[in-house]
């Protein structure tokens, strides 16, 4: 039986490849299969910004060889930028939450 790593790492790449190459190198996603993959794996994500702009920015970002494509390694820069974002917001949010329960409690 698989661990929740293994099988997290399992799903990125499975991710990865279900989007890339829809519309040519299978080993890259290009901007409009970035933008399916934000709709279809990251609809919060796109929810939080209504810029339509924004996966362009996004993939300006990551592209690290400025060629107009994300390849594996800058998407898995991508997703843990995201969760390290994630991350962040939810010790922020529970920072938050304790120092309510400290407060209400006087």
């Known amino acids: 039986m698989a ?18 190459g ?9 901007v409009s299969e970035l933008n399916k993959m934000v ?10 910004n209504k810029d339509p702009k924004f996966v362009d920015s996004m993939l300006k970002k990551i592209d690290i060889d400025k060629n107009g494509e ?3 390694k800058e ?10 974002a994630c991350d ?4 922020d949010y529970m920072k938050e939450t304790e120092k309510k329960k400290c407060q209400s409690k006087k």
């Open 3 to 20: 661990t929740r790593l293994e099988t997290a790492m399992d799903t990125l790449i499975s991710v990865f490849h279900s989007y890339s």
């Open 22 to 30: 829809q519309e040519g190198d299978k080993y890259k996603i290009n």
């Open 39 to 48: 709709d279809e794996e990251l609809p919060g994500l796109r929810k939080k």
């Open 70 to 72: 994300v390849d594996f």
């Open 75 to 84: 998407f898995l820069s991508l997703i843990a930028a995201i969760t390290l």
């Open 88 to 91: 962040r917001y939810f010790e």
